[in-house]
């Protein structure tokens, strides 16, 4: 049997090292040890004596994606098992896939898209026009087959065809009998996988999502009361002032609209021990609107439409107003807008963009009326976000990146939290030290019991009387109007944190004496407290989580939820908020809402509006018929991965993680002689970093291991179960090497496959760095980019301007980088002209600019460069810094949000930011071509030569 899977490349294979490039194994149906039949990756092969058809893999693209036209679509290829020859057979510019042969073995039939949509073809093997044997229309011929008297069998739109020879094509009437099936309504109870939560104006309850669905718990007992219960989303729960109402976001009927569920009996005091509730739907509009908040009067509901315009309900009028246009924000991915109502009801604070910031956002203060007032408070090219209302509405406590230290290269700076005192008053105040503060406190105190007047004594019953009054008095108050000197605003911030962070959320008490924040410095997010009376900051607790600070309304506690778990936080305390949520789930239900979720979620946030001219209507309608006979999440995927392939666009498809397996087999770091033919194992390669290199180890190449852990190897038996769970644990390892007859032991401990890939990965570029001084000799540096990533930039820095500083050159190498946001670091980088010297004494130290390469350079790029690998060529190319040599890279430069589902072992993508050049000209599926195009083949793969490497030097040497 043959079988394809990524076990262990071959020693001497030029093939970039990762699970995508898989190798060719056979096995006997005995099931003794399988045996490598081909290092070379190949789908879908189709044997015909010594020769097989096999589909080629490029890249990272999707399999499910149609209808493009670039270098990393698939071909069919014919491979001669004994003279080791590849041949590519087929040209067609675009998907060419699932060769199988014709009974005659001269021709071959396969899958293409060269009238648009996938259709049978045939083709003869030494050339000629392919002919065109079906005709299928909007939807893709899949997964041919052949027989030995050429009769084809295929699937078409989820049917299974015939076709004899010379005759059209026949569906097949099919009839499945199934006692399996998946129940409608499965009773579960939830106690983790909160998501986002809502603090009672009591104290007493905690509003929560989970899988979707709305619940209140109670804080102090685990009680917990299911809101809502549908197979649909909810989200952005939100307690009424009073506490007797919550304000919610519900995605139904394809669209997401605002929805309250109220208290009905006045008797019932909390949610979680309610008797009757009842929801109203608040908004009614094809736009979408969600992420309500209550307004803290009570009175209206601020709320997104269209994602990033702010609108305002009022509940008794039930009118809407704008308060912010949706051109001020911009929502990449739903939920990463931020607005506060301020105190008096009458402000809204907002993240803001104005036109062009989406990198640096600013806080703005919006008026709540509809009017359109709107200030820019910070006005910084810093970012500056996440505005809260503190001390009363006095001041506002953001966060900046201002005086962080930012990522050497790509996105990410830390943070700090700030206050803008809106009024001089509040401003003087918080700068007094502690002496300042008890003098002025002692000194109200003495005015407030010299306005008080005395009380007369009387009965209890006035006691009583005067008490309610005082209640009825207390729920009633007004609130004073803030009112702001902006003028002077810009030198009344304070920086309150002392060391900037991986700052998650901060809290300030009421009385502006003590800062809570959440910064990780190292592992794990922590809770930190600055006292700014007694200047001290400390850590209160560890390993906190990441997640926003809510505090009940005593401030006796903060809460936030951190993956999945509800935490209260006491001072220098952290315990967990148990629930236990009772759930319905309903498989088929839950997919349904997550296809016409993900219907919609394109329609309203792919990059382009036109779709790529797709009938999206038409395509969710068609793929939606195929619910009711999917009944796992695997197919789910499958299925959603070829509606969404339809929009020939990058970033696309669904992922279905299924749990993994908690038994991994481990591995040691070794190349193994295929020719040794008796028990154990024989060494060929250790590679740099294995387990098995340790000081005085007598393990070397050529020796021989018989035994792991006491278990024989047996010869043509399969070993690798003695290695089942034991990554990282102590292992005997019993040896001896041939010709010398003594046998010993060694303890190692060995690595995992994930850890092995990273020993594979630094293998291959050490040999692409050897090529690249046996090529030059010496006088060019080789640097390879693994990933468009702060980390990777370290790595290109630290080796471009050190090891390879005196370097004449330096080849640049992208292939198979999968993209980041990296393209204007490297520009930068490698784009420095020298322009000065620095020369003590005679003696030349360095130049300027010190921190970028200013000698020549090459990119070396490939059909499985990906989105911002495909930027930064383009960038490289497009400021004439140097030379691009290799295969074309397809045009894949937009970003992507990939939105995990209600059920977290689905995610999908959509892609939703395009790149424009100067031009005009979209990125996307625009093709980037190198000014040298060279290949490697499937046979220079296994030689000793890198054929593009090579190139990429003699270009450079050419100068």
Same mark, same amino acid.
């Given at each position: 049997?043959?079988?394809?899977?990524?076990?262990?490349?071959?020693?001497?294979?030029?093939?970039?090292?990762?699970?995508?490039?898989?190798?060719?194994?056979?096995?006997?149906?005995?099931?003794?040890?399988?045996?490598?039949?081909?290092?070379?990756?190949?789908?879908?092969?189709?044997?015909?004596?010594?020769?097989?058809?096999?589909?080629?893999?490029?890249?990272?693209?999707?399999?499910?994606?149609?209808?493009?036209?670039?270098?990393?679509?698939?071909?069919?290829?014919?491979?001669?098992?004994?003279?080791?020859?590849?041949?590519?057979?087929?040209?067609?510019?675009?998907?060419?896939?699932?060769?199988?042969? &014709?009974? %005659? =073995?001269?021709?071959?039939? @396969?899958?293409? $898209?060269?009238?648009?949509?996938? *259709? #049978? !073809?045939?083709? /003869? +093997?030494?050339?000629?026009?392919?002919?065109?044997?079906?005709?299928?229309?909007?939807?893709?011929?899949?997964?041919?087959?052949?027989?030995?008297?050429?009769?084809?069998?295929?699937?078409?739109?989820?049917?299974?065809?015939?076709?004899?020879?010379?005759?059209?094509?026949?569906?097949?009437?099919?009839?499945?009998?199934?006692?399996?099936?998946?129940?409608?309504?499965?009773?579960?109870?939830?106690?983790?996988?909160?998501?986002?939560?809502?603090?009672?104006?009591?104290?007493?309850?905690?509003?929560?999502?989970?899988?979707?669905?709305?619940?209140?718990?109670?804080?102090?007992?685990?009680?917990?009361?299911?809101?809502?219960?549908?197979?649909?989303?909810?989200?952005?729960?939100?307690? &009424?002032? %009073? =506490?007797?109402?919550?304000? @919610?976001?519900? $995605?139904?009927?394809?669209?997401? *609209? #605002? !929805?309250?569920? /109220? +208290?009905?009996?006045?008797?019932?005091?909390?949610?979680?021990?309610?008797?009757?509730?009842?929801?109203?739907?608040?908004?009614?509009?094809?736009?979408?609107?969600?992420?309500?908040?209550?307004?803290?009067?009570?009175?209206?509901?601020?709320?997104?439409?269209?994602?990033?315009?702010?609108?305002?309900?009022?509940?008794?009028?039930?009118?809407?107003?704008?308060?912010?246009?949706?051109?001020?924000?911009?929502?990449?991915?739903?939920?990463?807008?931020?607005?506060?109502?301020?105190?008096?009801?009458?402000?809204?604070?907002?993240?803001?963009?104005?036109?062009?910031?989406?990198?640096?956002?600013?806080?703005?203060?919006?008026?709540?009326?509809?009017?359109?007032?709107?200030?820019?408070?910070?006005?910084? =090219?810093?970012?500056?976000?996440?505005?809260?209302?503190?001390?009363?509405?006095?001041? #506002?406590?953001?966060?900046?990146?201002?005086?962080?230290?930012?990522?050497?290269?790509?996105?990410?700076?830390?943070?700090?939290?700030?206050?803008m005192f809106l009024t001089p008053d509040a401003y003087d105040d918080f700068r007094m030290n502690k002496e300042e503060r008890a003098l002025k406190k002692e000194m109200e105190k003495e005015a407030k019991e010299g306005d008080k007047k005395p009380e007369s004594k009387g009965k209890k019953g006035d006691k009583d009387a005067k008490e309610k009054t005082n209640a009825d008095k207390d729920s009633t108050k007004s609130v004073t109007p803030l009112v702001f000197d902006l003028d002077n605003r810009r030198h009344r911030v304070v920086r309150l944190?002392?060391?900037?962070?991986?700052?998650?959320?901060?809290?300030?008490?009421?009385?502006?004496?003590?800062?809570?924040?959440?910064?990780?410095?190292?592992?794990?997010?922590?809770?930190?407290?600055?006292?700014?009376?007694?200047?001290?900051?400390?850590?209160?607790?560890?390993?906190?989580?990441?997640?926003?600070?809510?505090?009940?309304?005593?401030?006796?506690?903060?809460?936030?939820?951190?993956?999945?778990?509800?935490?209260?936080?006491?001072?220098?305390?952290?315990?967990?908020?148990?629930?236990?949520?009772?759930?319905?789930?309903?498989?088929?239900?839950?997919?349904?809402?997550?296809?016409?979720?993900?219907?919609?979620?394109?329609?309203?946030?792919?990059?382009?509006?036109?779709?790529?001219?797709?009938?999206?209507?038409?395509?969710?309608?068609?793929?939606?018929?195929?619910?009711?006979?999917?009944?796992?999440?695997?197919?789910?995927?499958?299925?959603?991965?070829?509606?969404?392939?339809?929009?020939?666009?990058?970033?696309?498809?669904?992922?279905?993680?299924?749990?993994?397996?908690?038994?991994?087999?481990?591995?040691?770091?070794?190349?193994?002689?295929?020719?040794?033919?008796?028990?154990?194992?024989?060494?060929?390669?250790?590679?740099?970093?294995?387990?098995?290199?340790?000081?005085?180890?007598?393990?070397?190449?050529?020796?021989?291991?018989?035994?792991?852990?006491?278990?024989?190897?047996?010869?043509?038996?399969?070993?690798?179960?003695?290695?089942?769970?034991?990554?990282?644990?102590?292992?005997?390892?019993?040896?001896?090497?041939?010709?010398?007859?003594?046998?010993?032991?060694?303890?190692?401990?060995?690595?995992?496959?994930?850890?092995?890939?990273?020993?594979?990965?630094?293998?291959?570029?050490?040999?692409?760095?050897?090529?690249?001084?046996?090529?030059?000799?010496?006088?060019?540096?080789?640097?390879?980019?693994?990933?468009?990533?702060?980390?990777?930039?370290?790595?290109?820095?630290?080796?471009?301007?050190?090891?390879?500083?005196?370097?004449?050159?330096?080849?640049?190498?992208?292939?198979?980088?999968?993209?980041?946001?990296?393209?204007?670091?490297?520009?930068?980088?490698?784009?420095?002209?020298?322009?000065?010297?620095?020369?003590?004494?005679?003696?030349?130290i360095g130049s300027d600019p010190f921190n970028k390469w200013n000698k020549p350079s090459i990119v070396l790029m490939g059909e499985g460069n990906y989105s911002n690998a495909h930027g930064f060529p383009w960038l490289y190319k497009e400021l004439g810094i140097g030379k691009l040599v290799g295969a074309p890279v397809p045009g894949t430069m937009t970003a992507v949000w990939w939105e995990t589902q209600i059920d977290p072992s689905l995610v999908f993508g959509i892609p939703q930011v395009t790149v424009v050049d100067m031009r005009g000209t979209?990125?996307?599926?625009?093709?980037?071509?190198?000014?040298?195009?060279?290949?490697?083949?499937?046979?220079?793969?296994?030689?000793?030569?890198?054929?593009?490497?090579?190139?990429?030097?003699?270009?450079?040497?050419?100068?």
């Open positions: 049997v043959l079988f394809s899977a990524f076990i262990q490349p071959a020693q001497e294979s030029q093939q970039f090292p990762m699970g995508l490039f898989s190798q060719i194994y056979a096995v006997t149906l005995k099931g003794d040890r399988p045996w490598m039949v081909s290092p070379s990756h190949m789908e879908d092969i189709a044997q015909h004596g010594n020769r097989w058809l096999y589909t080629d893999r490029k890249g990272y693209e999707d399999r499910w994606r149609k209808h493009h036209t670039s270098s990393i679509t698939r071909d069919v290829w014919l491979y001669d098992t004994k003279k080791k020859t590849h041949r590519k057979l087929t040209g067609f510019k675009g998907e060419n896939r699932n060769g199988v042969w &014709s009974s %005659d =073995g001269g021709s071959f039939y @396969y899958l293409s $898209e060269q009238d648009g949509t996938f *259709n #049978i !073809y045939r083709a /003869e +093997l030494e050339g000629g026009a392919a002919v065109q044997l079906t005709h299928f229309k909007d939807h893709p011929v899949r997964f041919l087959s052949a027989d030995k008297n050429d009769n084809l069998c295929f699937s078409f739109h989820g049917e299974l065809y015939h076709m004899k020879k010379g005759e059209k094509p026949r569906k097949i009437d099919l009839h499945i009998i199934s006692d399996n099936f998946e129940r409608e309504v499965v009773p579960q109870t939830l106690t983790t996988g909160a998501r986002s939560i809502a603090v009672s104006p009591n104290g007493k309850e905690i509003a929560f999502i989970a899988r979707g669905d709305i619940f209140v718990t109670s804080i102090e007992f685990n009680t917990t009361k299911r809101i809502t219960d549908t197979p649909e989303q909810e989200r952005d729960v939100d307690f &009424s002032p %009073d =506490g007797r109402a919550l304000v @919610y976001s519900a $995605e139904r009927d394809n669209r997401w *609209n #605002i !929805y309250r569920t /109220e +208290l009905v009996r006045k008797e019932d005091k909390y949610f979680c021990y309610a008797r009757e509730l009842k929801e109203t739907k608040l908004t009614d509009t094809d736009i979408p609107s969600f992420q309500p908040l209550f307004s803290p009067d009570g009175k209206e509901i601020a709320y997104l439409e269209d994602r990033s315009a702010i609108y305002v309900l009022n509940l008794e009028s039930k009118k809407r107003r704008k308060v912010m246009d949706a051109q001020y924000n911009y929502s990449y991915s739903d939920g990463d807008q931020w607005f506060q109502w301020s105190p008096d009801s009458k402000w809204i604070l907002s993240d803001y963009i104005d036109m062009g910031g989406w990198n640096n956002k600013d806080v703005a203060l919006i008026n709540a009326d509809g009017s359109g007032e709107t200030t820019n408070l910070t006005l910084s =090219g810093y970012s500056d976000v996440h505005a809260k209302w503190v001390l009363g509405g006095k001041a #506002i406590l953001f966060f900046s990146d201002r005086a962080g230290y930012r990522s050497h290269g790509s996105w990410g700076a830390y943070r700090d939290a700030y206050l944190t002392r060391h900037s962070s991986s700052l998650s959320d901060a809290y300030l008490n009421k009385d502006g004496s003590k800062l809570y924040y959440l910064a990780s410095f190292e592992r794990g997010v922590d809770l930190w407290e600055q006292d700014f009376l007694e200047n001290t900051t400390k850590l209160l607790s560890k390993d906190v989580g990441y997640g926003l600070l809510l505090p009940d309304k005593e401030e006796k506690n903060l809460y936030l939820v951190s993956q999945g778990r509800i935490k209260k936080i006491e001072i220098g305390k952290v315990t967990d908020v148990s629930f236990s949520a009772p759930f319905n789930y309903r498989g088929a239900a839950e997919r349904a809402y997550i296809f016409d979720h993900a219907w919609m979620q394109v329609k309203d946030k792919f990059y382009d509006k036109e779709l790529h001219g797709v009938d999206w209507k038409m395509y969710g309608e068609t793929y939606r018929r195929f619910l009711s006979h999917i009944d796992n999440n695997f197919d789910f995927a499958e299925m959603l991965s070829e509606m969404l392939g339809e929009l020939n666009a990058s970033h696309t498809g669904a992922r279905y993680s299924a749990p993994g397996s908690n038994w991994q087999t481990a591995t040691l770091g070794v190349f193994w002689d295929d020719t040794h033919k008796g028990d154990g194992l024989k060494i060929k390669e250790i590679m740099k970093g294995s387990p098995l290199i340790k000081a005085n180890s007598k393990l070397k190449e050529g020796v021989v291991i018989e035994k792991i852990d006491g278990e024989p190897v047996e010869a043509g038996k399969s070993w690798w179960h003695l290695l089942d769970g034991k990554g990282g644990k102590h292992v005997v390892i019993t040896a001896y090497t041939p010709g010398k007859g003594e046998r010993f032991e060694e303890i190692v401990k060995p690595i995992t496959y994930g850890e092995e890939s990273e020993l594979l990965y630094n293998r291959w570029v050490e040999q692409r760095e050897e090529l690249t001084e046996k090529y030059s000799g010496g006088r060019i540096g080789y640097i390879h980019i693994r990933g468009m990533n702060s980390s990777s930039f370290r790595d290109v820095y630290q080796n471009l301007l050190g090891k390879y500083r005196n370097k004449e050159a330096v080849v640049i190498d992208t292939r198979f980088n999968g993209g980041g946001w990296l393209h204007d670091d490297l520009a930068t980088l490698l784009s420095g002209k020298e322009y000065q010297r620095f020369i003590p004494r005679g003696e030349y979209v990125m996307e599926n625009n093709q980037l071509e190198p000014d040298v195009e060279v290949y490697n083949t499937p046979e220079s793969l296994l030689s000793e030569d890198d054929l593009q490497l090579k190139r990429a030097v003699e270009e450079l040497l050419k100068n």
